[in-house]
């Protein structure tokens, strides 16, 4: 058995091809009473089979393929009325079980072979299925498909934001995405279906009055039949016929119904209904003294009413006593018990970007946004100049925020603000440039730059004239990458750290075998790699960096001075961006400075560190500022030559002044490397 269902399965399509070649067969070939019988039942049975499914369904994309469904059953159910309407046409004279023994139960038995009353029925059967169910169905999957697609763009954004976030890789993301096209194309087709069964239900009218008639006229004008017997025979079979047709109408129309308005649920349909009713043994009790008091009303029966109350009362009765119960044990509980789940703290977000309800338009891919791409790149840029893999970022809507405003936060802590203007663009002229720009003033929010906001329709026009136009995204991705760039170190957590090792332990198992071995502390290597990282130096060359400190830990416990010995591993690396032809361009201090400087070390606990009395300090910065200001004028990279013993603390000391300036040793060039001095830092005696 298990082996059919398998190769049911596997040749569903060439099932359904067949099933439908057979529907049309139906239709022009003649079938005998026994084979009527046969497809009528078939009928009854899919049509109960379907409503099961649907009550079962826990949301409508487990049923997407009801629409087709729904359009095979319809035509299977219109050649069955053609083949049922053949038989009673040419067989009718021969009595009631002419057109099989299905037509004339449904037209003798169920109807007491009363025509009047089965005509009645039949026309009820087809105002509720056709004004009441197939309708109402029809205007929820209308409205579902309408509000479907109007959801889509804000579905797809969620998908993108998370996808970006890092909480779902790419195939679920495709996997996301292509539910949701699922979802709009189901309720679509839906929309179109309901109105196959609207017709259905027409058909089943006009066949009615067809079989009637046609039967009528064949039966007296061709059979020689009474008037009065050929129009009960007829009627009768024709009333049986439609009966037993609208019956599965109605009960595919009825899945429809609970198909389209069925919401996501992880139940099916009749435990949700138990379940929500039954947890409101108030609404019930009041239901049961209502229905008393409608039985006591005098002329009405009392006993089915008091009956009905009495069971409505006693259910009431014990579910408000269960429930009782479970709040009596949920109150027995231990007082850690509740409080568990309370006292439980979410980590923070390493980053996190919270948008206006402006900004909203340049995340969603559905609009144009490029943000979300924008930031795909942040990422690949940052692993390939630092060697750091930028972890998830979190990207949220703030109604707290302006509009126009955005939030960069890393860990939990603002560290870049700014505020666009809708409809403009980001203006900034070069240096020395003096064309007016008829734009509102403002500043550049990543280096606090002069610069104007112009509508967007002048930006060709500006462009044209040589200015640097920069547009939403580009904004907060400039600004992104500069946070990132400058806080890479605090994004250097020791599960990054144990990521990037076991990225190249299948490659380079002999360094990662010798860093276990020499029991080298996870947080000694975290620390040299943050030191590298403040110093925005590249982080690439991991077995480099790995090898240095496995060379040096052995003798050497401060991850500081285990630092210094890796960047003379790495010098031509570092040296690399500041290299002008060949040449590095360096600033110098005077020799009486630097012996101050060496003189001026001192050790504790936390390090070692300058210890320079506040005068010696600010005219030490003042100078090396105003030395740093020449050589940016001459558009080089401020490079600080020292010795090697106060290079970690002087830049330590320096970073909290001035931005922007490179301090390296002696130690770190190598010998092929050519040396310039472009300034020098003195120090008057006082």
Do not use: C
């Amino acid at each position: 058995m298990e082996k059919v269902i398998s190769q049911i399965r596997e040749r569903g399509d060439v099932i359904v091809a067949i099933s439908v070649v057979f529907v049309i067969l139906i239709m022009i070939v003649p079938l005998n009473a026994f084979l009527a019988d046969i497809f009528l039942t078939l009928s009854i049975s899919v049509s109960l089979l379907i409503l099961f499914i649907g009550m079962y369904t826990r949301r409508p994309l487990d049923f997407s393929v009801f629409p087709s469904v729904l359009l095979i059953t319809t035509l299977f159910r219109l050649s069955l009325n053609i083949a049922s309407t053949r038989l009673i046409l040419l067989h009718g004279d021969e009595g009631a079980h002419a057109a099989g023994k299905i037509i004339k139960a449904f037209g003798t038995f169920i109807v007491g072979g009363n025509y009047v009353v089965g005509t009645v029925v039949f026309l009820i059967l087809i105002i509720i299925n056709f004004v009441v169910i197939t309708k109402g169905a029809g205007r929820v999957a209308e409205v579902a498909a309408r509000f479907t697609l109007d959801a889509m763009p804000g579905k797809q954004m969620s998908i993108d934001a998370d996808l970006n976030a890092g909480l779902i890789d790419d195939a679920t993301a495709r996997k996301r995405r292509e539910s949701i096209e699922i979802e709009a194309d189901f309720y679509g087709a839906m929309d179109g279906a309901s109105k196959f069964v609207r017709g259905d239900a027409i058909a089943g009218i006009i066949i009615i009055f067809v079989n009637i008639l046609g039967g009528f006229a064949i039966g007296v004008l061709q059979k020689g039949m009474p008037i009065g017997e050929a129009l009960t025979v007829y009627t009768i079979l024709t009333i049986g016929e439609g009966l037993v047709s609208q019956i599965p109408a109605l009960l595919t129309s009825t899945a429809a119904g609970i198909i389209v308005t069925r919401a996501a649920s992880e139940s099916n349909l009749g435990k949700d209904v138990v379940t929500q009713i039954f947890t409101q043994p108030k609404a019930i009790m009041l239901a049961s003294v209502i229905i008393l008091s409608i039985g006591m009303v005098p002329g009405i029966p009392i006993m089915p009413f008091m009956t009905l109350a009495s069971i409505t009362f006693a259910t009431s009765y014990f579910i408000g006593k269960a429930k009782k119960e479970e709040m009596a044990a949920v109150d027995e509980l231990p007082p850690d018990a509740g409080e568990r789940e309370e006292t439980t703290v979410q980590p923070l977000e390493l980053l996190e970007l919270e948008i206006g309800y402006a900004l909203i338009p340049i995340v969603d891919a559905e609009q144009g946004g490029e943000l979300l791409d924008k930031i795909r790149a942040i990422r690949k840029q940052m692993a390939t100049e630092l060697g750091i893999v930028v972890p998830p970022m979190k990207l949220k809507d703030n109604l707290q925020l302006r509009a126009g405003e955005y939030v960069i936060q890393l860990k939990g802590i603002e560290v870049g603000r700014g505020e666009l203007l809708a409809g403009h663009v980001l203006a900034m002229s070069h240096e020395g440039s003096d064309k007016a720009i008829d734009g509102i003033p403002t500043r550049e929010p990543v280096f606090n730059l002069e610069a104007y906001w112009i509508k967007e329709k002048d930006r060709e026009k500006y462009v044209a004239e040589g200015l640097t136009i920069v547009d939403h995204p580009t904004i907060i991705a400039t600004h992104l990458t500069e946070i990132v760039r400058n806080n890479a170190h605090e994004l250097m957590t020791r599960r990054e750290t144990q990521k990037l090792i076991d990225s190249i332990s299948s490659v380079h198992q002999k360094v990662v075998e010798e860093i276990n071995q020499n029991q080298i502390n996870m947080g000694v290597i975290q620390k040299v790699l943050q030191n590298l990282l403040r110093e925005q130096v590249s982080i690439r060359d991991l077995v480099t960096i790995l090898e240095a400190v496995a060379d040096s830990s052995s003798a050497i416990k401060d991850p500081d001075i285990i630092t210094e010995y890796v960047r003379q591993r790495m010098a031509r690396s570092i040296l690399k961006p500041y290299l002008v032809d060949g040449v590095l361009n360096i600033i110098l201090f005077d020799k009486s400075l630097e012996e101050k400087l060496v003189a001026s070390l001192q050790s504790s606990d936390q390090g070692g560190f300058l210890a320079l009395d506040l005068g010696f300090s600010q005219r030490l910065v003042e100078k090396l500022s105003d030395e740093a200001r020449k050589v940016m004028m001459k558009s080089l990279q401020p490079v600080v030559l020292v010795h090697p013993i106060i290079r970690g603390k002087l830049r330590k000391f320096l970073e909290r002044y001035i931005q922007g300036v490179t301090v390296i040793s002696h130690n770190e060039i190598p010998p092929q490397i050519r040396i310039q001095s472009v300034g020098l830092v003195k120090m008057e005696e006082r």
